[in-house]
C-alpha cells in the first residue's frame, strides 16, 4: 500500500530531497510552498495525504497557525502530522507544537533514511 505525504515547506532544497526520499520508498508525494497554497489543495481537491511534513517557519501564515487550522478541521484532524523545527525554540513554544503535532523533528539533526523511518512508523503504528 502506498502512502501519502503532503511536504509544507517554503524551501525547494528541503523539498526535493523530501520528495526523492519518500518517493524512493513507494510514497505518493505532493508539495506545497506555502500554508495557503496547503489550504488551497485541500479546499479544492479531494486529496487527502495520510501525513503532512510541516515547516514551522512559512512566509505570512507560520506552520503553527496551519497546524491549528488542520487539526480543529474534520476534514483534516485526523492526518497525521510532523512539525519540522529550522531551529531550537523555547520549551513552551516546542511544547504548543507537541500537544498539536504527531511528532516534531530538528530539521539540523535530520537524516533522510531516519525520517523516512520514523514517518512511517508514525503512519503505520
Request: overall charge negative.
Amino acid at each position: 500500500m502506498s502512502h501519502k505525504l503532503l511536504v509544507i515547506d517554503d524551501n525547494k532544497g528541503c523539498c526535493d530531497l523530501y520528495k526523492f526520499r519518500f518517493e524512493h520508498d513507494g510514497w505518493e508525494v505532493r508539495i506545497a510552498y506555502s500554508a495557503e497554497k496547503a489550504l488551497e489543495i485541500f479546499k479544492d481537491e479531494e486529496y487527502l495525504p495520510d501525513t503532512i511534513l510541516l515547516d514551522v517557519m512559512l512566509p505570512r501564515m507560520q506552520g503553527d497557525e496551519l497546524l491549528s487550522i488542520l487539526k480543529n478541521d474534520s476534514k483534516t484532524k485526523d492526518i497525521k502530522i510532523v512539525m519540522l523545527l529550522a531551529v531550537n525554540f523555547s520549551s513552551d513554544d516546542e511544547n504548543s507544537f507537541t500537544k498539536k503535532a504527531d511528532d516534531c523533528i530538528l530539521k539540523i539533526d535530520l537524516k533522510p533514511n531516519e525520517l523516512v523511518e520514523r514517518v512511517t512508523k508514525l503512519v503505520e503504528g
